[in-house]
């Protein structure tokens, strides 16, 4: 098992830079690939990025390539989500997620069976 809890996510203006954490838990946390999803009001929960075991990122949302950049820390056990130049519509609330351990990334959010409570990014002048 292993627990998630995300925090770093509040008001900023387009433009501005936020750092999302998310601190995982429990036995085993460097088997576990963690990603990032976001969903905005109104939308399906969308796949933004992961991270595998060996710290080789990939980011799956076209919108945010080349803005944000997603990375961990086996030592601290901390998964970060760099987010820079950020847009209106980069709001929404930002979950980490793991899936079972061993298992792959993806930007399903189906294939992932530990969640984080979410952070709220709110993008907005």
């Known amino acids: 098992q292993v627990q998630l809890v995300e925090s770093g996510g509040g008001l900023v203006q387009p433009g501005e830079s936020l750092t999302l954490f998310c601190a995982a838990s429990g036995s085993d946390v460097h088997l576990y690939n963690i990603g990032w999803f976001r969903q905005a009001p109104g939308k399906e929960r969308e796949g933004v990025a992961c991270?595998?075991?060996?710290?080789?990122?990939?980011v799956y949302e076209e919108s945010v390539k080349g803005r944000f950049t997603i990375s961990r820390d086996h030592v601290k056990k901390m998964v970060y989500l760099k987010m820079e130049n950020l847009k209106p519509e980069d709001t929404g609330v930002y979950y980490c997620a793991a899936p079972e351990r061993l298992r792959s990334c993806s930007a399903d959010g189906s294939d992932y069976k530990y969640w984080g409570q979410g952070t709220q990014v709110t993008v907005s002048s």
């Open positions: 991270i595998s075991v060996t710290r080789a990122p990939t």
